[in-house]
């Protein structure tokens, strides 16, 4: 004979679906769920002020002890603490607002993004505060509606981002560390000592920057600000960043910085002071590819009846673009200017030098 239910918290019941058990098993029978949702399903379940026992937790949401343990830890992490009881177990008390946020009114598509961008581009790029937005989106979860939430718990679970490339972060201090001084350096206008690894400068440097702007391009961050070594204005990438103490000295200049204006046209990121008009035909495998992305803010792009294309630029410097048509190989050919065609052939014979006859062999 099947015992009955208990009582159960109507947003967590209603939430993770079935809520009746029998003696022995789960209280329900729940889908693969990550475990972000599940720890938002046990706050919710202990915020109706009902206590529960680690036994019934455990069982509630089919999980172990340990693993229980671990998302209580999770919990305490945002800020709330659960009180305990020997006897009878977890709870949290109700807040006299009614949560631990206000109200919130967001509808499917609102809350979808949102917690796509928590859940899922975060993954996507080096973001700083990773942990503290994570914890946000839980805070937020927790108080949508049922109907929202299991949509978007549902959604979540069918979309998936793919990492590209990506500069380490920091190892120490740490991304958040680095980014956080940097940040609090420019509100404050006051200077930051940097330990900085420079390839440019062949090795460990010391600078007290004035920091001006933050910035991530591609695949890194980076931090633009006068540099005390360098007289002038450079450009760190923060995983480069070995330590950071921010200064009792103000700076006065950088007001006016223009992130656009000190870019200029750079292919990516680093002017070089002279401006080439750049023209290349790409070859019609890779014709379409190519222009359907917007590379840069002067690119032109003329079609051809072969399907080849011909795009035209003009960029400050040929550093940074040599290295991307590089990357298209025999599908690309420079018509102009003569100085990245030849720049492009001198790399291009380097290269057939040391990859012409066999691979050497292991020893």
Same mark, same amino acid.
């Given at each position: 004979?099947?015992?009955?239910?208990?009582?159960?918290?109507?947003?967590?019941?209603?939430?993770?679906?079935?809520?009746?058990?029998?003696?022995?098993?789960?209280?329900? &029978?729940?889908?693969?769920?990550?475990?972000?949702?599940?720890?938002?399903?046990?706050?919710?379940?202990?915020?109706?002020?009902?206590?529960?026992?680690?036994? &019934?937790?455990?069982?509630?949401?089919?999980?172990?002890?340990?693993?229980?343990?671990?998302? %209580?830890?999770?919990?305490?992490?945002?800020?709330?603490?659960?009180?305990?009881?020997?006897?009878?177990?977890?709870?949290?008390?109700?807040?006299?607002?009614?949560?631990?946020?206000?109200? !919130?009114?967001?509808?499917?598509?609102?809350? %979808?993004?949102?917690?796509?961008?928590?859940?899922?581009?975060?993954?996507?790029?080096?973001?700083?505060?990773?942990?503290?937005?994570?914890?946000?989106?839980?805070?937020?979860?927790?108080?949508?509606?049922?109907?929202?939430?299991?949509?978007?718990?549902? *959604?979540?679970?069918? !979309?998936?981002?793919?990492?590209?490339?990506?500069?380490?972060?920091?190892?120490?201090?740490?991304?958040?560390?680095?980014?956080?001084?940097?940040?609090? *350096?420019?509100? /404050?206008?006051?200077?930051?000592?940097?330990?900085?690894?420079?390839?440019?400068?062949?090795?460990?440097?010391?600078? @007290?920057?004035?920091?001006?702007?933050?910035?991530?391009?591609?695949?890194?961050?980076?931090?633009?600000?006068?540099?005390?070594?360098?007289?002038?204005?450079?450009?760190?990438?923060?995983?480069?960043?070995?330590?950071?103490? !921010?200064? @009792? @000295?103000?700076? @006065?200049?950088?007001?006016?910085?223009?992130?656009? &204006?000190?870019?200029?046209?750079?292919?990516?990121?680093?002017?070089?002071?002279?401006?080439?008009?750049?023209?290349?035909?790409?070859?019609?495998?890779?014709?379409?590819?190519?222009?359907?992305?917007?590379?840069?803010?002067?690119?032109?792009?003329?079609?051809?009846?072969?399907?080849?294309?011909?795009?035209?630029?003009?960029?400050?410097?040929?550093?940074?673009?040599?290295?991307?048509?590089?990357?298209?190989?025999?599908?690309? &050919?420079?018509?102009?200017?003569?100085?990245?065609?030849?720049? !492009?052939?001198?790399?291009?014979?380097?290269?057939?030098? /040391?990859?012409?006859?066999? *691979?050497?062999?292991?020893?």
């Amino acid at each position: 004979m099947k015992s009955t239910p208990k009582a159960g918290p109507p947003n967590a019941g209603r939430a993770l679906s079935s809520v009746g058990r029998n003696a022995t098993g789960p209280l329900l &029978e729940a889908p693969s769920r990550s475990r972000v949702s599940r720890v938002v399903q046990i706050l919710t379940t202990l915020q109706t002020g009902r206590e529960f026992t680690a036994a &019934e937790l455990s069982r509630l949401f089919g999980i172990s002890r340990r693993t229980l343990f671990r998302d %209580l830890k999770e919990i305490q992490n945002i800020g709330i603490q659960p009180r305990t009881n020997s006897v009878r177990g977890y709870t949290i008390a109700p807040s006299t607002d009614g949560g631990f946020l206000p109200p !919130i009114n967001l509808n499917l598509q609102e809350a %979808l993004g949102l917690l796509l961008l928590v859940h899922k581009i975060r993954q996507a790029i080096q973001l700083p505060f990773k942990h503290p937005a994570l914890l946000a989106a839980m805070k937020i979860e927790s108080l949508l509606p049922p109907r929202v939430r299991c949509y978007c718990e549902h *959604a979540l679970a069918k !979309i998936s981002t793919k990492a590209g490339p990506q500069a380490p972060p920091p190892v120490l201090p740490g991304l958040d560390s680095v980014f956080g001084s940097l940040q609090s *350096a420019i509100a /404050l206008r006051h200077k930051v000592h940097i330990q900085y690894d420079s390839l440019f400068d062949g090795g460990a440097i010391d600078s @007290d920057l004035s920091p001006y702007h933050l910035f991530y391009n591609q695949r890194a961050w980076y931090v633009i600000g006068r540099s005390s070594v360098h007289n002038a204005v450079r450009t760190f990438k923060l995983n480069r960043i070995r330590d950071t103490q !921010i200064l @009792d @000295d103000a700076f @006065d200049d950088g007001s006016n910085f223009d992130l656009a &204006e000190y870019i200029g046209r750079a292919w990516s990121m680093i002017p070089e002071g002279r401006i080439y008009d750049v023209r290349l035909r790409f070859a019609p495998k890779v014709a379409s590819n190519v222009t359907e992305v917007q590379w840069h803010s002067t690119q032109k792009v003329a079609h051809d009846v072969d399907g080849s294309a011909i795009v035209d630029f003009r960029v400050d410097g040929l550093g940074e673009i040599t290295w991307w048509v590089l990357g298209y190989g025999d599908q690309v &050919e420079v018509l102009a200017p003569v100085a990245l065609r030849n720049k !492009i052939t001198e790399v291009a014979h380097r290269m057939a030098k /040391l990859n012409n006859g066999p *691979a050497p062999t292991k020893k």
